[in-house]
Each structure stands twice: as structure tokens, then as C-alpha cells.
């Protein structure tokens, strides 16, 4: 078994090319996804589809038969919303709306919302997920031991996931 991550920044053309050179020269068996049934479903009915490396690497997969795994719990966005104070919720949508609104004025992209800055939302987020892809990783492993396995998630996640595979196994 040969697993090989590719770690993205969602969205980027540079990601795109990235995912399909990796999905062609690697040619994997099994194909994983920092996604879930609900989140492939919106991802699906989004006017920009295309320009998702996650999408990208779906639509890749079907056509060449390659198996896929959505790896992102499906339950997450429910677990959140309901452990999330109120103000966490309020203060990440204020940021992003100031990020977009000084992003109109200025024409300039601007960095995303960083999580870190809220430590709450950066445990609850990226700390669970990141356990969470773990297992599911581990999980792969064992269900397709003689398997090439691609991997693809955003590259906030890369820390996490690295360290939680190593510290299971």
C-alpha cells in the first residue's frame, strides 16, 4: 500500500493542476476527499464547480473508475452549529463580511479569515476534522492494504493529520 497526500489551497488554479498531474502520473486505486456526502452535494450544485480541486478530482475519478472516499464527517457542520456559542458564529461571519468589504474597496485579495485567531473555532474546526481524517485515513489503510491511495486535503490540515497518523499507528 502507497499513500500519497497532496496538500491544497482550495480553490487555486495552481491546486487544480497539482490534483490532476497527481491523479495521472500516480494513478491511484483510491481516491480521498476532504469532503462528505453534504458537502459533495453542494459542491455539486455550485456555479464554480470547476474551479474545485476536490471536484476536480471527483469528476477524474468517475471517469477512470478509481474508487472514492469522502472522508469528512457528515455530521460535522450540525455538531458545530450546536457546540458554537452564538458570538463565535457572529464573529467569524463579521470577519468575513469586513474581509469581502475591504476586498471590494481595495480590489485586492485579501488573506482569508484566519481560524487561529479565534482559539475556540480553531479547536472545534480544524482540531476535530483533523482527528476525524486521521481515523479515516487509518481506516483506508486497512480497507485497502495493497492499494495506491490519494489523498487530498487543504494544507491546514497537513500538521494535524501527520501528526494524529503518527501518534495512532
Known amino acids: 500500500m502507497v499513500l500519497k497526500f497532496i496538500w491544497v489551497k482550495h480553490g ?12 495521472q502520473t500516480f494513478k491511484p486505486d483510491v481516491v480521498g476527499l476532504e469532503l462528505s456526502d453534504y458537502s459533495l452535494e453542494k459542491l455539486k450544485q455550485y456555479k464554480r464547480r470547476n474551479e474545485s480541486e476536490l471536484f476536480l478530482a471527483y ?39 469586513l ?7 481595495t480590489g485586492k485579495r485579501l488573506k482569508k479569515l484566519q481560524i487561529e485567531d479565534n482559539e475556540s ?17 487509518i481506516n483506508l489503510k486497512k480497507e485497502f492494504p495493497e492499494k495506491k491511495i490519494l489523498l487530498i486535503f487543504g494544507k491546514a490540515h497537513k500538521k494535524g493529520i501527520l501528526t494524529n497518523i503518527l501518534n495512532k499507528e
Open 59 to 97: 469528476t477524474y475519478a468517475g471517469r477512470k473508475g478509481i474508487t472514492v472516499r469522502l472522508l469528512d464527517d457528515p455530521l460535522f457542520i450540525k455538531q458545530l452549529l450546536d457546540k458554537l456559542s452564538f458570538f463565535s458564529i457572529i464573529l467569524m461571519f463579521t470577519k468575513l463580511c
Open 121 to 137: 473555532l480553531y479547536n472545534e474546526i480544524v482540531k476535530k476534522r483533523d482527528n476525524y481524517f486521521s481515523r479515516e485515513i
Open 12 to 23: 487555486e488554479r495552481i491546486s487544480r493542476r497539482k490534483v490532476l498531474e497527481s491523479l
Open 99 to 105: 474581509i469581502n468589504i475591504l476586498r471590494l474597496f
